[in-house]
Nanobody, 120 residues
């Protein structure tokens, strides 16, 4: 059974840091692109960061220079290091796994999310 489990969320003050982890099992992790999404109160779910199966990374403009995505294929895990956190970063953060070819999405898996709250 495919599983993605996020951890590391919590309450931090503005300017603080958190490291989110996503522990996965049940699929060929190294073949998948891994993404972090977030959904804040009353907002659409948005893509925050993306790391491909060949370790290329991309970030939303709102988090560039503050967040870093990384992966450990030996442990089937993906991480999101978050620094200089702002109240606008408050959201539920979701881990996502995606495998595709140029025309077809082959598989998509989601975790249940972890809450990040940035408040003074």
């Amino acid at each position: 059974q495919v599983q993605l489990v996020e951890s590391g969320g919590g309450l931090v003050q503005p300017g603080g840091s958190l490291r989110l982890s996503c522990t996965t099992s049940g699929f060929a992790f190294s073949r998948y692109d891994m993404r972090w999404y977030r959904q804040g109160p009353g907002k659409e779910r948005e893509l925050v960061a993306w790391i491909t199966s060949v370790n290329s990374t991309s970030y939303a403009d709102s988090v560039k220079g503050r967040f870093t995505i990384s992966r450990d294929n030996a442990k089937n895990m993906v991480f999101l290091q978050m620094s200089s956190l702002k109240p606008e970063d408050t959201a539920v953060y979701y881990c996502n796994a995606r495998r595709e070819n140029p025309l077809v999405v082959l598989a998509v898996y989601w975790g249940q999310g972890t809450q990040v709250t940035v408040s003074s």
